[in-house]
């Protein structure tokens, strides 16, 4: 069985490699220090994870790969040097968004570990973006910017 951790004021069960993960993240942060404002080699650092992630995501899927959106403080230009990169993958069709993160976990804890940063991905169908109407999402979508635009 795992262990227990507390990360990001979160407890989560540790299995195999994801404790190195953690500690290693935790090392970054400490580096990088509390509410630090971005500079423009984190955002280099950003915009060359989501390009990798992107052409990951095309290798992975073909022609059925997600859009990559970006929202939250990196669209609105409020980030941090704690902020984590909030990403939607819009999907053409159904998703299931448990499943999705499971398959892509070894690509995205790669791209956290070798830029030093915190991929946040949200998989969600088009059909449920476009026509939700809770407040999440119209805020989503107010926010939702192509990730080459960072």
Known sequence: MGSWYLFENCKVSVFGNLRNHAIRYNQIMERKGKNGL???????????ALNELQAAL????????????????YSRKEATSNSD????????????????ISQLRSILSALNLRYQILISLLPVSAHQYQTSSTAFWTNVRHEAMPIDRI
């Open 38 to 48: 971005v500079t423009d080699t984190d955002v280099s650092a950003v915009r060359a």
């Open 58 to 73: 095309r290798e992975h899927y073909g022609s059925q790969a997600p859009v990559l959106l970006l929202y939250g403080s």
């Open 85 to 100: 990169v909030d990403v939607v993958l819009l999907y053409p069709g159904e998703v299931k968004p448990g499943k999705e």
